[in-house]
T-cell receptor, first 112, second 110 residues
Framework: NAGVTQTPKFQVLKTGQSMTLQCAQDMNHEYMSWYRQDPGMGLRLIHYSVGAGITDQGEVPNGYNVSRSTTEDFPLRLLSAAPSQTSVYFC???????????FGPGTRLTVL | GENVEQHPSTLSVQEGDSAVIKCTYSDSASNYFPWYKQELGKRPQLIIDIRSNVGEKKDQRIAVTLNKTAKHFSLHITETQPEDSAVYFCAASLSYKLIFGSGTRLLVRP
């Protein structure tokens, strides 16, 4: 099993550009989530999904969209990148929200 | 929504000593409390978790205690080793959302 995979590993964007961060898992987990990690601020929940077709907002959803058309994939879209979105982004999946979350390797995003 | 406070932000201990990290949460309905360890440049990984119907859980040198009345939970690491050096995050789960504390950087001095 590959576990949770994320692409790309690194990305540099200019202000105003859009892009999609990809996340996939092969563990048949229902629960998936996106976090951003900034120095001194821990992991902040952006969006989450409890199953295909169901998504909801986390703590810091502004500027991001998600969709969940399949159990395996949970892409995160940046609509119009801003320097404040410079961060490391982690995708995670788990059987339910009360089980161990398995994190992907992360995407380091820089917005100039 | 849920808010999780974590202390201290940094902790330095001598190898062999114990380390304690404390977290408080705001919503009494939170029911799941995991702890994650993150080494430099790596992804977070679960080290131990506890559910709201349990007061204490141990796994070798690691233990977690939960006080639901006071709304706080703690991570205890005994006989610390240099490989325990990392950033540790507590979290609390409420209504499908897992909210993390801001992290504790633990340094174990050999």
């Amino acid at each position: 099993n590959a576990g949770v995979t994320q692409t790309p590993k690194f990305q540099v964007l200019k202000t105003g550009q859009s892009m999609t961060l990809q996340c996939a898992q092969d563990m048949n987990h229902e629960y998936m989530s996106w976090y951003r990690q900034d120095p001194g601020m821990g992991l902040r929940l952006i969006h989450y999904s409890v199953g295909a077709g169901i998504t909801d907002q986390g703590e810091v959803p502004n500027g991001y969209n998600v969709s969940r058309s399949t159990t395996e994939d949970f892409p995160l879209r940046l609509l119009s990148a801003a320097p404040s979105q410079t961060s490391v982004y982690f995708c995670a999946s788990s059987r339910t929200e009360w089980n161990e979350q398995f994190f992907g390797p992360g995407t380091r995003l820089t917005v100039l | 929504g849920e808010n999780v406070e974590q202390h201290p932000s940094t902790l330095s201990v001598q190898e062999g000593d114990s380390a304690v990290i404390k977290c408080t949460y705001s919503d009494s309905a939170s029911n799941y409390f995991p702890w994650y360890k993150q080494e430099l440049g790596k992804r977070p990984q679960l080290i131990i978790d506890i559910r709201s119907n349990v007061g204490e859980k141990k796994d070798q040198r690691i233990a977690v205690t939960l006080n639901k009345t006071a709304k706080h939970f703690s991570l205890h690491i005994t006989e610390t080793q240099p490989e325990d050096s990392a950033v540790y995050f507590c979290a609390a789960s409420l209504s499908y959302k897992l909210i993390f504390g801001s992290g504790t950087r633990l340094l174990v001095r050999p």
